[in-house]
């Protein structure tokens, strides 16, 4: 079973500043994506990185995809309270039918 | 939006009662999930389907069935509910990007079960 640890599981900030999720397996994945999930909704993609190393940029978030396809990062600058929610990193499992979804960090902008 | 609806939205039960969540897409995706959600955990897989009476295990299978006798519609049942069972239940669609490893998961606005 290939299982990805997201880090930190909780995150509190200030409006503005900046912050960094991490998302960790011992697996090679052959492609991670990205999902927001606002409180009383569904999760929603944001990005798919797929080489490693790439890096993708979504306006004030910019993904990485770690060299070793294992691991990926997301980082926000200048947070803003419309950041707020819990954040899902995911990754093709069981013959590309299936997604596994990591642990997720719940990220809290405070105005 | 990938016109998928769950129902019902929400619902408390008692231990011991069956309950059956109801999950209906209008685009015709050959591929269904549910999974559940807790604090913690993120999204876990319980059954899926990829297509009309073809299904298979998740992760978090145990105490669940899943039936789907027609494309646009996918139930999962809880034959006899337990507190355990307490949760979010979202149901998503597959749908295909067009590149390698890039398919895309959309949800419906999830199922809210509580379970006395």
């Known amino acids: 079973t290939q299982l990805l640890e997201q880090s930190p599981q909780f995150l509190s900030i200030q409006e503005g500043e900046n912050l960094t999720v991490y998302c960790n397996s011992s697996?090679?994945?052959?492609?991670l994506q990205w999902y927001r999930q606002e409180p009383g909704e569904g999760p929603v993609l944001l990005v798919t990185v797929v080489t490693g190393g790439e890096v993708k940029k979504l306006k004030r978030l910019t993904f990485q995809f770690g060299d070793a396809r294992k691991d990926s990062s997301l980082h926000i600058t200048a947070a803003q309270p419309g950041d707020t929610g819990l954040y899902l990193c995911?990754?093709?499992?069981?013959?590309?039918?299936?997604?596994?979804f990591g642990t997720g960090t719940k990220l809290q902008v405070i105005p | 939006d990938a016109g998928i609806t769950q129902s019902p939205r929400h619902k408390v039960t008692e231990t011991g009662t069956p309950v059956t969540l109801r999950c209906h897409q209008t685009e015709n995706h050959r591929y269904m999930y549910w999974y559940r959600q807790d604090p913690g955990h993120g999204l876990r897989l319980i059954h899926y389907?990829?297509?009309?009476?073809?299904?298979d295990k998740g992760e978090v299978s145990d105490g669940y069935s899943v039936s789907r006798s027609k494309t646009e519609d996918f139930l999962l049942t809880l034959e006899s509910a337990t507190s355990s069972q307490t949760s979010v239940y979202f149901c998503?669609?597959?749908?295909?990007?067009?590149?390698?490893?890039?398919?895309?998961?959309?949800f419906g606005p999830g199922t809210r079960l509580t379970v006395l």
């Open positions: 697996s090679v994945f052959s492609s």
């Open positions: 998503a669609i597959k749908r295909a990007s067009g590149g390698a490893f890039t398919d895309t998961q959309y």
């Open positions: 995911a990754g093709p499992s069981g013959g590309y039918q299936k997604v596994t």
């Open positions: 389907s990829y297509g009309v009476k073809d299904t």
